[in-house]
Each structure stands twice: as C-alpha cells, then as structure tokens.
C-alpha cells in the first residue's frame, strides 16, 4: 500500500455514506445531524425503529440527502453480525462512528445483589466493548481492502468519555469500558498512520441525553450546568475532529482539565477523592 498523509473523512457527496451506531437520540443523532448538513448520506443503526425512522424524515428534509435507518440490537450475536455485514460489504461506506453506548452507576457489591443490574453490567461490556470493537475490526478490514485497491479514504470515530482516563468508584464498569475504547482506538490510530484510514476518539464530558435514563441516574440533575455540555457541540467537535482526521478530542476547557487532572493525579489521592465525590453525588 502507498504512503498516504493524514487522510481526512472523504468529501461529502452523494456516495459518501457514514454509519452511525446509537442515532436514535443524543450523541449520535447529533453526529448525523452534523453529517448530514456537511453533506454525507447516512445509514442510522440503533434498538428504536421510531426515533430512527423521525430522525432519518428530519435529515431527509435537512440535506435533501438519503438517511436510511436500520435497526438492530448490537448487543445479540444477530444485530451484530447485520451491521458488521453492511460495514463489510455496502462500497457506498466511507465512515463508521460507533456512538452506541450506555452507562450503568452504583457499587459493583450493591449491582451485583440485583439480577437485572447484574445483567445490565455484562450488556455495557458487551455493547460498549465487544460491539465496538467488532465494528471497529469490520471496518479497517473492509476500508483497508478498498484503499489497496486504489479506492477513497475513510474514516471512523469512536465515542469514548473523560470516564476513560481514569478508574471510576460508583461507575466502575462503565469507565473501565471507556478506558477500553480510548486505549484501543488511540493504539489503532497510530497503526492506521499513512494509510489513507484514520481513527479518531471523542471523548465527552456530562452531557445533556437519554444517558442518566439509560443509566438510571439522575446525578446530572445534580451536576452544575457549568460541567454539563450539549451534544450538538460535542458532536460538531467530533466530526470537526473526524474530518481532519485527528487521533482524539475532548469538547470543552473543564472536560480537557478533568480529563489531563484523571491522567496525571497519582491513584493514591484520586481514588478516595472520587469515591468519596461519587458518595456525594449518590447514583
Ligand atoms: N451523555 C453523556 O454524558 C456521555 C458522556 C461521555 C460519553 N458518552 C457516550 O456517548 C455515547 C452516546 O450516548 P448518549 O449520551 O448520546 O446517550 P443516549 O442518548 O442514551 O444514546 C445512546 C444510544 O445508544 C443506542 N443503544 C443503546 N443500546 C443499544 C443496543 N443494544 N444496540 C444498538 N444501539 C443501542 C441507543 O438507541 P436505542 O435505545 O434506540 O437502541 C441510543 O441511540 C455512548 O457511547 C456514551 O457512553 C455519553
């Protein structure tokens, strides 16, 4: 394969098709939006045909572009390998961004004591995780091929969250899942370099979603509106941030600061401060 420079998303046009896991609402349904106004079709993957089904009316209406939906849960065997097979094979698919996700807060002793919550853990690592992974792997294979054959560029972005800098007592699995995807696609972005394939990582702080429902939290009611962000700004940052093909970004001074502080504070002070923090909070 020949050298290329840092490969930005393709030039929207009307074969420049993204895929968008978790477009049925907050991040990335924000992230289609932006997409669709730059001018790339989108493919919406997510559980909930109806808020796929009024986004892809809404962007049909924006753009004048296609906006298909596709629904599947990517958290069975069945919805996986469905989207990992549209990823593979639709030529029409330049960009993949892996937005679905859920968080799941409490004490691993108390979620352990309950079945649906003990449950619920194996479904976060399954779809923060397994299923991001799998995406992941489908698409630098796919794009990989299409690119040695003297195909376009491509692009994918992967939702992460400041959670992945740093262990979190009272989301313990859930910032481990995030540690995870920053890991993991920090790794592959420095592999993809000059290859025509660029991975970028976006990182958001609190923002306003179905996420604390998702969660079952209602601890962002309690946040400062200061440290609460919107997704349409994370979203433009994050496909800014894709287009250019940067390795990561995080939206916003305080989320940056949080995120630097998570890296660099020995675990000794940091644990207990935000134990004891997450105590305050409550879940
Ligand atoms: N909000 C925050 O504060 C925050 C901060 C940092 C990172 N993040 C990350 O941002 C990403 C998006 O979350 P959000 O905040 O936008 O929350 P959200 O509004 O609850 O969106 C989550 C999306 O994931 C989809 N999803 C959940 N389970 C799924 C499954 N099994 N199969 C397919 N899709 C599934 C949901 O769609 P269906 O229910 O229709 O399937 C929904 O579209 C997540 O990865 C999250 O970890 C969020």
Do not use: C
Not at 85 to 113: C, K, Y
Not at 190 to 213: H, K, M, N, Q
Request: net charge negative; proline share 5%; hydrophobic share 50%.
């Amino acid at each position: 394969m020949g050298y290329w420079p840092a490969m930005p998303l393709p030039p929207p046009g009307p074969d420049s098709h993204v895929l968008v896991t978790g477009a049925s609402s907050g991040i990335g349904a924000a992230i289609a939006r932006v997409l669709a106004t730059r001018g790339h079709p989108v493919l919406l993957v997510a559980r909930r045909a109806d808020a796929l089904a009024d986004l892809a009316g809404e962007l049909r209406g924006l753009s004048g572009l296609a906006a298909e939906v596709h629904v599947a849960d990517l958290g069975t065997d069945g919805g996986l390998a469905a989207v990992r097979d549209i990823v593979r094979r639709d030529e029409r698919v330049v960009g993949l961004v892996n937005a679905a996700g859920f968080g799941r807060t409490g004490r691993v002793a108390d979620l352990v004591a309950d079945d649906a919550q003990r449950e619920a853990l194996d479904d976060l690592v399954r779809l923060n995780v397994l299923a991001l992974h799998d995406l992941t792997l489908a698409a630098v294979a796919a794009f990989t091929r299409r690119v040695q054959r003297g195909g376009h560029a491509a692009a994918i972005l992967n939702v992460s969250s400041i959670t992945a800098f740093q262990p979190l007592p009272g989301a313990a699995s859930y910032a481990a899942s995030k540690a995870f995807v920053q890991s993991f696609s920090e790794a592959v972005h420095a592999e993809l370099s000059g290859t025509g394939i660029t991975l970028t990582t976006l990182s958001p702080g609190l923002t306003r979603t179905g996420f604390a429902d998702a969660a079952g939290t209602d601890a962002f009611d309690r946040a400062p509106d200061l440290v609460v962000g919107e997704a349409a700004d994370v979203a433009e940052a994050g496909v800014a941030a894709m287009a250019a093909g940067h390795r990561s970004v995080t939206p916003g001074l305080v989320n940056q600061l949080s995120a630097l502080g998570g890296r660099l504070a020995p675990r000794s002070l940091l644990l207990p401060t935000l134990n004891g923090a997450m105590e305050l909070l409550g879940d």
